[in-house]
């Protein structure tokens, strides 16, 4: 549960969307990208990725997948972020001027509710972990749908349900984590009407919004602590954002996990195990370097924009 540095966050209210958790979040997960290049090569082929194209991402953040598409196309194309929140709008600008990316992206402030772009603008419109935090992901479909041209794609990347964590040194908390993740998640969608598990429903989705051709692939995220591939820095720094993570989250993850059918001396159980775990591996490079494997997953779905 805890291995989510995309995806775990406070109530929607709080302040864990800050500048500072969405920067740090993403900083790290490139990390983890530069280890595995083909994942370049995927994105590209999936979503036709060329030069020339016009995009559009809904829901951009502090602009790091949108820098991310940018770099993938060699040649000339214009990408427009479009992010509700002003703080990470101006993060945005200010990221993608310095990654010398301005020639290629700009950003427009909007809601995935109300996109400020035109019908039929866009080549490509797309969104990645956007769908999860909504009540209504439908209505946002259909609006990218609207900005997107007839023949033209939209695509949604998104946290799927697979999860998967093994530490064959604790199989005790091994347990508890995969019975602590779906009541997690259980208790966000009860309580806030989120669904961080959204991926496997997005075809389903894409096709009620009168979408064509909807194609999905899994892309699977494995961390494995003892992967040469990784730095040992890497691996220290992923492990302290996410326990500096839980302490600030604690009292809203405790509220999930009881909500989502755990008995509160299991939830606090849970949480206290998995604290004391990360305080003791952070205590001893040599103990970073385990065994432990953590996986988790996105859909990343396609549709055709009706003719």
Same mark, same amino acid.
């Given at each position: 549960?805890?291995?989510?540095a995309? $995806? @775990?966050?406070k109530?929607?209210s709080?302040?864990?969307?800050s500048v500072?958790?969405?920067?740090?979040?993403r900083?790290l997960?490139?990390?983890?990208?530069?280890?595995k290049?083909?994942m370049?090569?995927f994105y590209?082929s999936?979503?036709?990725?060329?030069?020339?194209?016009?995009?559009?991402?809904v829901? %951009?953040g =502090?602009g790091d997948? =949108?820098?991310?598409?940018?770099?993938?196309?060699r040649?000339r194309?214009?990408?427009?972020g479009?992010?509700?929140?002003? *703080?990470?709008?101006?993060? !945005?600008i200010t990221? =993608?001027?310095?990654?010398g990316l @301005?020639?290629k992206?700009?950003?427009?402030k +909007? /809601?995935?509710?109300?996109?400020p772009?035109?019908? +039929?603008?866009? /080549?490509?419109t797309?969104?990645r $972990?956007?769908?999860?935090?909504?009540p209504d992901p439908l209505?946002?479909?259909k609006e990218?749908?609207r900005i997107t041209?007839?023949?033209?794609?939209?695509?949604?990347?998104e946290p799927?349900e697979?999860?998967?964590?093994y530490?064959p040194g604790d199989?005790?908390y091994?347990?508890k *984590?995969?019975?602590?993740?779906? *009541?997690?998640l259980k208790?966000?969608?009860?309580?806030?009407g989120k /669904?961080?598990a959204?991926?496997e429903?997005?075809p389903?989705?894409f096709?009620t !919004?009168g979408l064509?051709n909807?194609r999905?692939?899994?892309?699977?995220?494995?961390?494995? /602590?003892i992967?040469?591939?990784?730095?040992l820095?890497?691996?220290?720094d992923q492990?302290?954002f996410?326990y @500096?993570?839980?302490?600030?989250?604690?009292?809203?993850?405790?509220?999930?996990?009881?909500?989502?059918?755990?008995?509160?001396?299991? !939830?606090d159980?849970?949480?206290r195990?998995?604290? %004391?775990?990360?305080r003791?591996?952070? %205590?001893?490079?040599d103990?970073?370097?385990v *065994?432990r494997?953590?996986g988790?997953?996105f859909?990343v779905?396609i549709?055709? @924009?009706?003719g």
């Amino acid at each position: 549960m805890k291995s989510r540095a995309d $995806t @775990s966050q406070k109530s929607v209210s709080s302040t864990a969307f800050s500048v500072r958790y969405l920067r740090r979040s993403r900083e790290l997960y490139r990390r983890y990208l530069e280890a595995k290049p083909w994942m370049r090569q995927f994105y590209i082929s999936f979503l036709g990725l060329r030069p020339g194209l016009r995009i559009v991402e809904v829901g %951009s953040g =502090t602009g790091d997948f =949108t820098q991310y598409l940018a770099r993938l196309i060699r040649g000339r194309c214009e990408i427009t972020g479009i992010e509700a929140r002003e *703080a990470s709008l101006q993060a !945005a600008i200010t990221e =993608t001027r310095r990654a010398g990316l @301005s020639g290629k992206i700009s950003y427009k402030k +909007g /809601d995935a509710n109300q996109i400020p772009i035109e019908n +039929g603008y866009a /080549d490509l419109t797309c969104c990645r $972990t956007l769908l999860m935090h909504l009540p209504d992901p439908l209505s946002a479909v259909k609006e990218m749908t609207r900005i997107t041209n007839p023949g033209g794609l939209v695509a949604a990347i998104e946290p799927s349900e697979m999860k998967s964590f093994y530490d064959p040194g604790d199989l005790e908390y091994t347990e508890k *984590a995969s019975k602590a993740y779906p *009541a997690w998640l259980k208790g966000i969608r009860k309580l806030e009407g989120k /669904d961080f598990a959204i991926g496997e429903k997005l075809p389903s989705v894409f096709r009620t !919004a009168g979408l064509l051709n909807i194609r999905t692939e899994i892309q699977a995220d494995a961390w494995l /602590d003892i992967d040469p591939r990784r730095r040992l820095k890497d691996v220290r720094d992923q492990l302290r954002f996410e326990y @500096s993570v839980s302490k600030e989250t604690r009292s809203y993850d405790r509220k999930y996990l009881v909500a989502g059918g755990l008995l509160r001396k299991q !939830a606090d159980d849970y949480l206290r195990m998995y604290e %004391s775990r990360a305080r003791r591996l952070l %205590s001893d490079s040599d103990r970073l370097r385990v *065994a432990r494997v953590y996986g988790a997953a996105f859909a990343v779905t396609i549709g055709q @924009s009706p003719g």
